[in-house]
């Protein structure tokens, strides 16, 4: 069964964004940027919710054939093109996107039969509000965490209204050069 990673950057106190959405503290660099791009070739799913997939559709698609465009802008377009889109909204319809499912109902079912499909790790990249949704109903198998050196003291947290206990299992680690350090765990489910 194909298994749900959830990739955020988080700031060290838990938040993935400030009080009203900000993200200008992420500390991203081209060591980070080789880091995630490796990781993420290996996708071939990506999981959003609606305001996180509504900010990658109006970048991505062309952010590569700009004439300024730096490799990681290339090499994520690129992979952003060809990976297949799913996205947890309930008010979007999937009647013109291309490679793009829209679950607005039904949300276990749904993502469990995906799960269930040939394939490899299904990233979910940010997506505050999708990933409470999903860690509700059990069905995010990994993080993938940024942690920034920062404490922000307030803002949107990656994990709100826990009711049970997630006992999590290190798999790797990563010190970047920028302070960024890369935590990657799987849920263990003994």
């Keep these: 069964m194909r298994r749900i990673i959830s990739f955020m950057h ?3 106190d838990g938040f993935v964004a400030g009080p009203n959405g900000e993200m200008n503290w992420i500390k991203v660099d081209e060591e980070l940027f080789d880091f995630v791009g490796k990781r993420i070739s ?9 305001v996180t997939y509504q900010m990658m559709e109006g970048y991505w698609p ?7 465009a730096s490799k990681h802008d290339k090499d994520h377009s690129k ?25 607005s109902d039904d949300l276990a079912a749904r993502i469990n039969e995906i799960k269930q499909q040939p394939g ?13 949704s999903l ?10 965490l940024f942690v920034n050196p920062i404490i922000l003291g307030k803002g949107i947290p990656l994990f709100e209204g826990i009711q049970d206990t997630i006992k999590l299992k290190l798999v790797t680690t ?7 350090t890369e ?3 799987i849920v263990d489910s003994h």
């Design 135 to 144: 860690l509700r109903l059990n069905l995010i198998d990994g993080f993938w």
């Design 42 to 50: 290996e996708g071939d799913t990506a999981l959003y919710g609606r």
């Design 174 to 180: 990563q010190q970047f050069t920028n302070g960024v």
């Design 79 to 103: 992979w952003y093109g060809k990976v297949h889109k799913v996205v947890l909204s309930k008010t979007m319809k999937d009647t013109v996107l291309t490679n793009t499912t829209i679950i």
């Design 183 to 185: 935590l990657n765990y």
């Design 120 to 132: 490899n790790d299904i990233l979910l990249f940010g997506s505050p509000s999708a990933t409470h």
């Design 10 to 12: 988080i700031s060290l």
């Design 62 to 68: 062309g952010a590569g054939d700009k004439p300024n």
